[in-house]
């Protein structure tokens, strides 16, 4: 876990320092403390007319060549549901309309400490699929011929799908 050295406002050194329940990196000079919270993305299950899953294969770390869905983090003054639809489209080619909300998870990132987790289900969609973005691959899986997936919350949503709508 990459640690944060200086004050993003003052560029004076942090220093570490108990501050409401917690050791938090702390700016002297600016007497604050640096909150640092977990990063939010967003995570779509994509559903084609027999009932299998999209997924791309990963260009870049972590975990680069396993598959998972299509996703990725918000930007400023996106929603969540644009960030989906975004990164489906960068992803693989696709245009995506949201179907429903599929459920909120969190997981341990050695990058990013924690990262908050939307996921969002897709069945209707148009263009053509192609490799875009962080992907080197896309396809349609169905559930039995699935790759190994990269990351547990993604396993988890393909599951809530399956449980829920499958
Ligand atoms: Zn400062």
């Not at 960068?90 to 995506?96: F, I, M, N, Q």
Request: charged share 25%; glycine share 10%; with cysteine.
């Amino acid at each position: 876990m990459r640690k944060k050295i200086y004050c993003n406002f003052c560029g004076g050194k942090l220093v570490e320092k108990f501050f409401e329940g917690r050791d938090r990196p702390y700016c002297e000079t600016c007497d604050e403390p640096v909150y640092e919270n977990p990063v939010p993305a967003t995570a779509i299950v994509v559903i084609n007319t027999e009932g299998e899953v999209l997924l791309v294969k990963r260009s870049v770390e972590p975990k680069k060549g396993m598959w998972c869905l299509p996703g990725g983090f918000m930007e400023l003054g996106e929603t969540p549901e644009q960030c989906a639809l975004r990164e489906l489209e960068e992803e693989t080619g696709l245009a995506g309309k949201i179907e429903t909300f599929l459920g909120v998870m969190s997981n341990n990132s050695p990058r990013y400490n924690t990262v908050l987790i939307t996921g969002y289900l897709v069945k209707n969609y148009s263009g053509s699929m192609i490799a875009g973005d962080d992907a080197s691959s896309v396809g349609f899986f169905d559930s039995d011929g699935m790759p190994e997936i990269a990351f547990d919350t993604h396993k988890s949503f393909i599951r809530i799908y399956f449980s829920m709508y499958g």
